[in-house]
């Protein structure tokens, strides 16, 4: 055979030993064999799929949500007696149950707890610890960052303004570059609008661990969600998904990510109308604040298992435009790594510029 023919094979070889060098903390962490987590979605992340991402190699994440204890211990023994590999569950801080649904992991033997929605309290960072599981972490900021590692988080997870549902008001590109060199004591996850491995590996040489993904897996063969779902993500452009309109700065709106629908028009006139009765005296300020939050009450799970596309809440993040078809998990997370290892066989073997070159005989 002749070194042409060859050079390929060996090539791609090298480029997968790099990303498998690349997120090898990561892997190590997770303890699977990509360093891919799926996101948490309310109603998506549950046994069907996230046993599926977990049985393809990477690392799927139960979103408990509003679950009380007795259905969050249900939602894991259903993913455990589908799959045999590592996952973890995310828990919402501000649950009012909150440690007793940590004590739900411990008992069925979860090894990663994900605290999401806020600083997690004390008492939950214990009960986590001290059961023997590993704590991630969401983070903000890189000030944020500094103080969850010394509070105990394991592994945190950077999530741009791009991802689906809820958001903040910073992208990843910003986020990575503000956290990602500063911060080497624990693994770092990067999430928020990615939806191709040549992304994903970029971010892994700027230091990121692995890589979270939601929009990709949701319209996944293996999920729930309605086919009505599925073939909105299908159809979406980027431009389509955007954050929720606050009318009126005096009744703040929890910035959510979106597919624009007529829910979300009327959700505009939702608030102009509440305005209104509060500014006429028939609302006092209180009642107002939550007519406009009750507005999306059952919204996502009337989009996600019913498909009411047109007035549900349809949360999807800015990579929905790179969702194409209804793809197995396995196929997914298999493109992912052929894009990826196709990157960074690109950028191994390209030959230096003139100048690179002339640097290198100056060093």
């Not at 509060?278 to 009642?287: F, N, P, Q, R, T």
């Amino acid at each position: 055979m002749s070194p042409d023919i060859a050079a390929p094979d060996t090539a791609t070889m090298a480029a997968r030993a790099e990303l498998d060098r690349l997120w090898a903390r990561g892997t190590a962490f997770l303890g699977c064999r990509v360093a891919l987590m799926g996101g948490a979605m309310s109603w998506v992340s549950e046994r069907h799929l996230v046993s599926a991402i977990s049985n393809a190699g990477g690392f799927g994440v139960i979103a408990c949500g509003s679950m009380n204890p007795d259905q969050l211990a249900a939602e894991i023994a259903g993913t455990q007696s589908m799959t045999e590999r590592p996952f973890g569950v995310n828990l919402i801080t501000m649950h009012p149950q909150l440690d007793d649904l940590v004590r739900v992991c411990l008992q069925a033997n979860v090894g990663h707890i994900v605290l999401a929605g806020g600083i997690p309290p004390g008492s939950a960072v214990r009960t986590v610890k001290d059961g023997g599981a590993k704590l991630t972490c969401f983070t903000p900021a890189l000030v944020l960052a500094k103080r969850l590692i010394r509070s105990g988080a394991d592994a945190l997870v950077i999530e741009g303004s791009e991802a689906g549902g809820h958001i903040g008001p910073v992208s990843l590109n910003v986020l990575a570059q503000e956290i990602l060199p500063h911060v080497q004591d624990v693994p770092v996850f990067v999430a928020g609008g990615l939806g191709r491995g040549e992304a994903i590996a970029a971010f892994l040489e700027m230091g990121a661990s692995g890589a979270q993904l939601g929009t990709r897996f949701a319209a996944a063969k293996e999920s729930i969600a309605h086919p009505n779902f599925k073939r909105a993500f299908i159809r979406a452009a980027a431009r389509d998904a955007l954050p929720s309109v606050q009318l009126d700065e005096r009744f703040p709106v929890i910035p959510v990510r979106g597919l624009v629908n007529e829910g979300t028009k009327r959700f505009l006139q939702h608030q102009q109308t509440t305005r209104d009765r509060y500014l006429s005296g028939e609302l006092s300020k209180e009642a107002a604040q939550l007519e406009i939050e009750h507005f999306w009450a059952g919204a996502l799970r009337r989009a996600v298992i019913e498909g009411d596309v047109e007035t549900g809440s349809v949360m999807a993040g800015q990579s929905v435009g790179m969702v194409t078809a209804e793809q197995s998990v396995a196929d997914i997370i298999g493109e992912l790594l052929d894009q990826a290892v196709g990157a960074l066989e690109r950028r191994m073997h390209t030959p230096p510029t003139s100048r690179e070159r002339s640097a290198q005989r100056a060093g």
